[in-house]
């Protein structure tokens, strides 16, 4: 009989066996969570007799987003609240062990499903919501001084400080984007007072994140964001996931939270939050950068960074206090190259997708798509929409530009310097995303109009 450890990476079966002090009787590659992150589930089988089905989730090679420090945290809560913290009854899939060096992490299989969005009676949804939120209200009321491996509890002041310094580190390697520093700013001169009582933060919170079966949530997933921190920062995660995977309405989750004995919910502190989450998101875009990997799939890559633009900006209006002026869009008549864009959007959704049976070729041809109508409104839209953009900067910056890159250069350098008033920056970046968002609105469907819900 073959060895099931060769269905795994060279060495991480040896190296679980080891860790766990079992043998591996079965593997069944699954996918994993994220483009590099891969997962398997495994049957162990103890000397004693005992057998365990398990799920590990592994990245041998650390190509994903995250570091060891990461993945230590995740495996760390998850052995506690397995564990020493058990009597808080926050549930997790129990955890088996964890190879750190392979970023491989052990848990046991839990019984339920992830998929949230496919629910569509309100009652069971609210019901679902419902103990999701008391499940983070008991995570809330954990003793952070009694929880290991998380790292010194800090203030909140210096959490934010150091996020805000890393992604403005990042933006200034990467094209110093205005609009990420004109969001960085107002965060770093808006930084909250402390809260009431630092919590264990999940980091990633919302929906897609847990497994349930019927109305209760039978685990908690995704922990490698876990930190020390703001209890609000969890409703703001929330806020952010809902753009793309709603829970409930948020009043309703608010309440529920509270409800179940967490902490207040203050939402100045959650729009700070979302907005601090909202940048960093934005600053991610490379898909312009010459030197950026290239991503699994371009066209989803865009239409997520544009959700995320898009949204900042508003955002970022919202909390400065400025009433925006309505965007110029100027309108174009379809031109020569109209009908060969509509003729391989044919050929694309009709005969090339259908004929795919690879299931990664099918998601890049719709990514494809994708792109296609963004070059087609491109073509027929892009020559007026510089155009706007470069009398917009010439009018605030008080000479003209020849190249829309020149003007958007200058615009850089004037809130680089602060030479330029904050209200007509934040202005200028707005319509720049709103243009950059119509371009891209028949490739995003839908979520060229998603906007965060309402808190109240």
């Known amino acids: 009989m073959s060895d099931p450890k060769a269905l795994l990476p060279q060495g991480l079966g040896d190296a679980v066996e080891r860790a ?251 729009r700070y939050w979302r907005l601090l989450f909202q940048t960093g998101f934005a600053s991610r875009a490379r898909h312009e950068d010459p030197d950026a990997p290239p991503p699994p799939n371009l066209g989803m890559n865009m239409v997520y960074s544009m959700v995320h633009r898009r949204v900042l900006a508003q955002a970022l209006a919202e909390a400065s206090g400025i009433d925006l002026p309505e965007v110029e869009m100027p309108d174009a008549a379809p031109g020569a190259l109209d009908r060969s864009f509509n003729i391989a959007l044919d050929d694309l ?15 890049k041809a719709k990514g494809l798509a994708r792109l296609v109508k963004w070059w087609q409104a491109h073509a027929r839209y892009g020559p007026g929409y510089d155009a706007a953009e470069r009398n917009e900067l010439a009018r605030a910056l008080g000479r003209s530009f020849a190249t829309r890159t020149e003007g958007r250069e200058a615009l850089r350098d004037a809130v680089l310097a602060g030479t330029i008033d904050r209200a007509v920056a934040i202005s200028l970046v707005h319509a720049r995303v709103v243009r950059e968002n119509a371009l891209m609105a028949d490739a995003m469907g839908s979520l060229a109009t998603t906007h965060f819900a309402p808190l109240e």
Request: proline share 6%; net charge negative; aromatic share 6%.
């Open 20 to 270: 766990a002090s079992a043998i591996i009787t079965q593997v069944v590659p699954r996918g994993g969570g994220g483009a590099s992150r891969s997962g398997a589930e495994l049957s162990l089988q103890w000397p004693d007799g005992t057998v365990r089905h398990a799920y590990m989730n592994y990245d041998v090679y650390r190509a994903g987003a995250g570091d060891d420090a990461a993945f230590l945290r995740e495996a760390g809560i998850l052995r506690a609240l397995s564990g020493p913290l058990r009597h808080a009854c926050v549930r997790t899939a129990p955890y088996i062990t964890s190879v750190p060096e392979l970023r491989a992490l052990v848990t046991e299989k839990v019984a339920g499903e992830a998929n949230f969005h496919t629910v569509r009676d309100p009652a069971l949804r609210s019901a679902i919501a419902a103990d999701l939120m008391g499940q983070l209200a008991a995570l809330h009321r954990i003793d952070a001084t009694s929880v290991e491996g998380l790292g010194a509890v800090r203030t909140v002041r210096d959490e934010i400080l150091t996020r805000t310094q890393a992604i403005r580190a990042h933006v200034r390697a990467h094209g110093d984007d205005p609009l990420i520093h004109l969001a960085l700013d107002w965060l770093e001169n808006n930084v909250p007072p402390e809260p009431a009582r630092v919590v264990v933060v999940h980091g990633d919170w919302g929906a897609g994140n847990f497994m349930f079966e019927g109305d209760r949530v039978t685990a908690l997933l995704d922990w490698e964001l876990v930190h020390f921190g703001d209890p609000m920062a969890d409703m703001a995660m929330l806020c952010l996931r809902g753009l793309f995977q709603p829970l409930v309405p948020l009043p309703e989750a608010f309440a529920a939270y509270e409800a179940a004995g967490g902490e207040t919910v203050d939402l100045d502190r959650v």
């Open 349 to 363: 959704r009709d005969i090339i997708v259908p004929r795919i049976a690879d299931q990664q070729a099918s998601v």
